[in-house]
């Protein structure tokens, strides 16, 4: 069984904080690039973070710069993306996928917004930030 599982989502108040977590299972994790997107009530799907399998780069859009922590522990396979002074803007699903790791920033922030490469995602953990 391959795939991806996203937990830890939940209501929090604006300000508050909230810690994702992606597991995965069936394949090692150290050989792949693994990215969060989210797609809030009314919208597209956006790419949010991501980060490489060969030197642990990591790469954020604007929006969530300063706030957003992405992280991999591979000895759990596991990927967190800690989220800080959260804002109703940060309502949605989130999601985290698998994609093949390439040299050059560009290539990261290309993922994050065309969406390259992607083979597997998961099923999704709804945030919701309201007071």
């Known amino acids: 069984q391959v795939q991806l599982v996203e937990s830890g989502g939940g209501l929090v108040q604006p300000g508050g904080s909230l810690r994702l977590s992606c597991a995965a299972s069936?394949?090692?994790?150290?050989?792949?690039?693994i990215g969060w997107f989210r797609q809030a009530p009314g919208k597209e799907r956006e790419g949010v973070s991501c980060?490489?399998?060969?030197?642990?780069?990591?790469y954020y859009v604007d929006s969530v710069k300063g706030r957003f922590t992405i992280s991999r522990d591979n000895t759990k396979n596991t990927i967190y993306l800690q989220m800080n002074s959260l804002n109703p803007e940060d309502t949605g699903f989130y999601y985290c996928?698998?994609?093949?790791?390439?040299?050059?920033?560009?290539?990261?922030?290309?993922?994050?917004?065309?969406?390259?490469?992607?083979?597997?995602w998961g099923k999704g953990t709804l945030v919701t930030v309201s007071s």
């Open positions: 996928a698998r994609f093949p790791s390439r040299s050059g920033q560009g290539w990261y922030a290309s993922v994050l917004k065309y969406y390259y490469g992607i083979d597997l």
């Open positions: 069936g394949f090692t994790l150290d050989y792949y690039a």
């Open positions: 980060i490489s399998s060969s030197d642990g780069s990591t």
